[in-house]
């Protein structure tokens, strides 16, 4: 399983020629839910008010498991498909992408719409700054003041990052680490400190 995933960095606009006077402009953005992804649809649909469709796809998750999209009144499979075809030609995920038609007045065919929504997919995800992001998980550290230096070192040897820190009679922690090495952070936890105090999975 993998502990990093990639998306793209800001919402960007590109629009490829013109195909036999239709227009198609693409737009990408993030969304990390299938709700940021319906607005900002949403918010293309009502700013391009007089296009003739609105096509799109989506892939969302982590791990990517999370699909739709739609034709949107044009021929079955000739633009949703390939519009998510960009993406995942790209391994994207928590990405959106819209292609605005604007219809010239020539019909293009199925296979012509697949070629024309394919491509504004294809050159906006070009246009946008692709970013890789670690998965990570939080894991929580209780121990004594004595134990500190081995505890804070063990933390130090993997890619975690503290997030929270409460201190009373004991040092309480929440660090936030790389999904793959959690569980090798946990063992190493109780073996750096002889078994004293706490380790656990948020």
């Known amino acids: 399983m993998s502990d990093t995933y ?19 402009i693409g737009e990408a953005f993030p969304a990390r839910t299938e709700a940021e992804a319906e607005t900002h649809l949403d918010a293309v649909r009502k700013r391009e008010y007089a296009a003739t469709h609105w096509c799109w796809a ?8 999370a699909f739709r999209y739609s034709d949107d009144g044009e021929p079955s499979g000739s633009a949703g498909a390939p519009i998510l075809r960009q993406i995942d030609a790209r391994d994207l995920t928590n990405t959106v992408v819209v292609v605005t ?8 065919g199925t296979g012509g719409l697949v070629r024309a929504y394919g491509d ?10 692709i970013v890789e992001h670690v ?5 929580r550290l209780r121990f004594a003041y004595d134990d500190t230096s081995p505890a804070m070192h063990t933390v130090s040897r993997f890619d975690a990052k503290i997030v929270e ?15 793959s090495e959690a569980e090798a952070l946990q063992a190493a936890f109780v073996e750096a400190l002889g078994g004293r105090g706490a380790v656990e999975r948020v």
């Open 6 to 24: 990639r998306t793209i960095l800001r919402p960007v606009l590109a629009e490829p020629p013109k195909t036999k006077g239709s227009r198609f």
């Open 58 to 65: 989506w892939r969302i998750g982590t791990e990517g498991k």
């Open 101 to 108: 038609r604007y219809y010239g007045g020539t019909k293009l």
């Open 120 to 129: 504004a997919a294809s050159v906006v995800l070009d246009a946008a700054r």
């Open 135 to 139: 998965i990570r998980v939080p894991v």
């Open 165 to 179: 820190q409460h201190y009373s009679d004991e040092t309480e922690l929440v660090v936030h680490v790389r999904r």
